[in-house]
């Protein structure tokens, strides 16, 4: 990112600078020394009017690297396209450096262009097969489309009220409260009257807005009371309790141009002048990107210092003892790469931007999540998953800065979008999962059971209670990936219950469950009940039912049934009574084999003596006959063929009646 101030020293390679001293003049000297400084956006003015001036066909070979320079400054000052057109001029004048097709795939990269830049980054592996930042790009580059496609459930929108037409970048909330949002800017009207060397625009200063009454934030504000300077103030962060903060600031001396953490206090709502925080006495390293973490221990920076992994990496010190206490992350949240703007949301979830890991381009920004430690072994390093924020809180360029307001809200930083590269905040907002179980309750005949309530217990402690509504429908609102014991009860009725599990994907999702509750001293059907023909032996098809009916009578273990078969018309009165009968009997047997005592058990066969009724759940099965109606043989003889054998199976049917609710083991 071109407005953040961190000067990486010691990154351009020797190979980058090579030769030509004896063609080199002081304006060439002078580009290459602003370079190194950092100070792209003045290197690159001297570096186009060279480019201009050296036009002759002899010139080509010194053309090539004015070319190959010039597009590490736009590389460097997020221009991409420019970037890019820079490194192919410079490949056509023949330039000497592999690293040229390496910095040309990454150009490409920062475009979006994914296929041309894993192109590159291949051709520039067949000379460099063990470059890791090539391997890396093309992970990356083969990975943002998928990123792309599946999208995510964040909602991400350019913070216009505050965007002015040069940069702003990392947010920062003061506490909280979050009644104050912080910021840095190149706004024209930041103080000091030169511009930066490094970007061409004003230096960055510290702004703040506030919520008024009604929630709404006011026009932005500069800070006052010296804490910006003539220098580059950069991102700030803020102790918990809003009364400390630490800046990073760039102040450039003759050479080097260092970037170090700075302190003020706030008192009566003012900031003092800035304190330099030091952190270690090495003077070359830069430090920056400050975070205090939630509890006030610990500063969480960003620093190219000796013992990091390469690039920059965040490293963390202990604010309450300084001496000793300096840590570096590791390799599995630093690279080889660049890490940079940490915050620290709680002890396990760590949030920050790479280019190191990985990503769409640029910058990405990435969550890492602390993994449970096993408790038998003490010697277990800390273990973290890092993950891609994905799409659209990544772009191909660079996306940093992150802060959070109320829940999964907040606001960053991204270049998205600017070909000039210059840096704007933006809001985003993770809505909650919308993910409901609704169904009804209703009695054996489809009516709804009046007044029924619906419980259901989670796995994770939740507990919920409610009325089904007149027509017997209820909904509930879930959790993702939760196991729950559902329970309807009412007045009159045996209870049912359920259970569900909601599963793990991130969308928004509605589950159906229906209950169908079994009415008390009224005949009830028991569904799937099934015989050889002729015969009262029960077939296999049939358990699954009768252990449901097993679960209920254990559910109510105060309740005495009647078990009741029926047959049909066909065949003698007194063989169907007797043939219902050892129906009947053979239910009871295999309740009583699973458990249930035979004293709450009353086989009783009603042969052909109780033709059924149709209901209104028949009669949405068989909408020939009329809810109301009795299937009695004297109506069935006036059927068609057809219908008098669906007739026949309604009335063949197995049926269970509480009969006493009082029963005492």
């Known amino acids: 990112m071109k407005q953040i101030l961190y000067i990486t020293l010691g990154l351009v390679l020797a190979s980058m600078m090579m030769s030509l001293a004896s063609c080199k003049g002081p304006q060439l000297k002078a580009a290459d020394e602003a370079y190194d400084r950092g100070e792209y956006y003045d290197a690159s003015v001297i570096y186009r009017k060279l480019y201009n001036h050296y036009n002759r066909k002899e010139d080509n070979w010194l053309r090539g690297e004015l070319a190959y320079q010039l597009g590490m400054c736009h590389l460097k000052l997020n221009q991409g396209n420019r970037a890019i057109a820079a490194f192919q001029n410079a490949i056509r004048y023949e330039y000497e450096d592999s690293t040229t097709l390496l910095r040309l795939a990454q150009a490409q990269q920062r475009e979006g262009l994914y296929a041309a830049a894993i192109n590159s980054y291949n051709a520039y592996l067949d000379m460099c097969p063990n470059d890791w930042e090539a391997k890396a790009g093309i992970r990356g580059c083969e990975l943002a489309p998928k990123w792309k496609e599946e999208g995510s459930r964040y909602i991400v929108k350019a913070f216009k009220f505050l965007n002015s037409r040069r940069s702003e970048y990392c947010p920062m909330y003061l506490d909280k409260n979050m009644e104050y949002l912080y910021y840095t800017s190149t706004n024209e009207k930041s103080t000091g009257e030169k ?191 890092v993950e891609n924020m994905g799409v659209p809180m990544n772009s191909s360029a660079d996306d940093f800065g992150i802060t959070f307001g109320e829940g999964e809200s907040g606001f960053f930083s991204s270049n998205r979008g600017d070909a000039r590269g210059y840096d704007h905040i933006f809001s985003f907002i993770k809505p909650d999962l919308q993910i409901w179980i609704s169904g009804y309750v209703v009695d054996k005949d489809d009516e709804p059971v009046p007044n029924a309530v619906i419980r259901i217990v989670g796995d994770d402690g939740s507990n919920q209670k409610t009325a089904a509504k007149p027509d017997g429908s209820f909904r509930f609102d879930l959790q993702r990936g939760v196991k729950y014991a559902m329970l309807a009860s009412a007045e009159g009725y045996l209870n049912a219950r359920q259970e569900f599990e909601s599963d793990t994907t991130e969308e928004d999702a509605e589950y159906n469950v229906d209950f169908i509750l079994n009415a008390m001293f009224k005949a009830n059907i028991i569904e799937n009940i099934f015989y050889d023909f002729d015969k009262a032996v029960l077939r296999d098809e049939s358990k699954l039912a009768l252990d449901s009916m097993v679960m209920l009578l254990k559910d109510h273990p105060n309740i005495v049934i009647e078990m009741a078969s029926h047959t049909d018309r066909v065949g003698s009165a007194k063989y169907n009574q007797g043939l219902s009968q050892r129906r009947a009997q053979s239910v009871v047997d295999y309740l009583i084999a699973n458990g249930i005592p035979r004293e709450r058990l009353k086989p009783t066969g009603y042969g052909e003596s109780r033709p059924k009724t149709v209901t209104k759940r028949i009669h949405s099965q068989y909408p020939q006959f009329e809810e109301g109606v009795t299937l009695n043989e004297e109506f069935i003889k006036t059927l068609s063929k057809e219908d008098q054998q669906a007739a026949d199976q309604i009335n063949r049917r197995t049926e269970f009646e509480v009969i006493d609710t009082d029963f005492q083991y």
């Open 195 to 385: 511009h930066s060397e490094i970007t061409g625009t004003k230096k960055g200063d510290i702004y703040f807005i506030k919520k008024d009454e009604k929630g709404d934030f006011t026009r932005p504000e500069v800070v006052d009371g010296g804490l910006n300077t003539e220098h580059d103030e950069g991102a700030a962060a803020f102790s918990p309790d809003g009364s400390t903060m630490y800046l990073a600031r760039a102040v450039r001396q003759d050479w080097p141009t260092n970037v170090e953490i700075y302190t003020s206090t706030r008192s009566e709502a003012k900031w003092g002048a800035p304190q330099r925080f030091e952190i270690t006495a090495d003077t070359l390293s830069n430090y920056s990107d400050p975070f205090v973490s939630p509890d006030g221990e610990w500063l969480y920076f960003v620093s190219d210092m000796p013992g990091g992994q390469g690039g920059t990496d965040i490293w963390r010190i202990n604010l309450k003892d300084k001496h000793g206490t300096l840590e570096n992350l590791g390799p599995q949240i630093n690279t080889k790469g660049n890490e940079r703007f940490p915050n620290v949301r709680t002890d396990s979830l760590l949030y920050f931007a790479s280019d190191g890991h990985p990503g769409m381009g640029g910058l990405d920004l990435f969550l890492a999540t602390l993994q449970p430690r096993d408790e038998k072994d003490r010697t277990a390093m800390d273990r973290w998953v």
